[in-house]
């Protein structure tokens, strides 16, 4: 997922607040203007006990830009319901940003956000409302992914957080692939990939709460749904061109495919050998968010005659590289 880098513009405090819970309570609509000026005026707040701005750093974990903005939910902490003390929408900064909340111990996220967009975020009253929110595929960006990020923050004053955000995508890097049918009638043929795809791709997926890691629905159930992923703004992500006759000679295609986890997702290269169409549904391994899997793929077999039809077994030969959280040794895996 590695593009230009946009290192986005300094702020000193808040550029937008929406406040609600204990802040709302103690803050009138003329004070409010107040607030918006400056933390000096927080520590006037006769009701409740008001903490001077949250020294913030933001770490965004992807080498691809980052967002104009990232939205800020400070939740108090169980017991109880999680409910939202201070809402706002900050411009991403180079290093250090500034957040505000009540004193007590604090549940901080965040999010992906636009500049000046927050209405989305008018019915959140708790941290529960906001465990409903999905990311979602038509608004995904393989140069800019949707961002996310969760720390408890303990009661005080004076606190720095900082603040780890990170894509929830899985990138799936076809990166060789090669065809060996010796020993079998077919040995001279060749593998002629005609299209790649993901199939049981996942296309929403919740980041937060216990329910979190999960898609919430997925793309080609087997079968390439042309029109819907053509109504991405990314189709690629999921399909790609063929790369034509694959032979004994091994291919580095490096494409790149990306999709949430938790989906039984397969790539399916799809073309034919001879006049017989022919599939490769390969499963691959549990994804996780912010991940990168490398597949070196070698054909020893005749595929199936449908992308939803599991190959015989040995017509895969799969070597994993998972990065890059993990540097495992290589595995080799054989499906069908």
């Not at 799809?270 to 990168?292: H, M, Q």
Request: net charge neutral; proline share 9%; hydrophobic share 35%.
């Amino acid at each position: 997922m590695s593009r230009s880098t946009n290192t986005g513009r300094n702020s000193q405090l808040p550029h937008h607040h929406i406040f609600s819970g204990r802040f709302a309570r103690c803050a009138s609509a003329a004070s409010l203007s107040a607030i918006l000026q400056g933390p000096a005026f927080l520590a006037s707040c006769a009701r409740e006990t008001v903490s001077q701005p949250i020294e913030i750093t933001v770490a965004c974990a992807t080498k691809g830009a980052v967002p104009d903005a990232i939205d800020l939910f400070f939740f108090d902490t169980p017991p109880g319901a999680q409910l939202l003390d201070s809402y706002q929408q900050l411009l991403l900064p180079q290093g250090k940003a500034f957040g505000v909340s009540t004193s007590g111990p604090k549940h901080l996220v965040a999010l992906s956000g636009k500049a000046g967009e927050k209405s989305q975020w008018a019915r959140i009253r708790t941290y529960g409302n906001l465990c409903k929110h999905t990311f979602s595929l038509d608004r995904e960006s393989s140069g800019t992914p949707l961002l996310c990020g969760e720390i408890l923050l303990p009661a005080g004053n004076s606190r720095q957080a900082k603040l780890q955000l990170r894509p929830m995508l899985t990138a799936i890097r076809l990166r060789s692939v090669s065809c060996d049918f010796s020993g079998r009638p077919y040995a001279q043929s060749r593998f002629v990939n005609t299209q790649t795809f993901l199939s049981y791709a996942g296309s929403e997926y919740r980041p937060l709460g216990e329910e979190g890691g999960e898609p919430v629905s997925w793309m080609n159930p087997g079968f390439l749904d042309t029109l819907a992923v053509r109504a991405l703004p990314e189709p690629d992500m999921l399909w790609q061109k063929g790369i034509g006759e694959v032979g004994k000679t091994r291919l580095y295609p490096q494409q790149t495919f990306y999709c949430y986890p938790g989906a039984p997702t397969h790539l399916v290269l799809e073309g034919r050998i001879g006049d017989k169409p022919c599939f490769y549904p390969i499963p691959l391994p549990s994804l996780a968010p912010d991940t990168r899997i490398d597949l070196d793929i070698t054909l020893r077999r005749m595929g199936s005659p449908a992308p939803d039809i599991p190959a015989e077994s040995g017509a895969v030969i799969l070597e994993l590289h998972c990065l890059p959280w993990e540097e495992e040794t290589p595995k080799t895996e054989i499906f069908g």
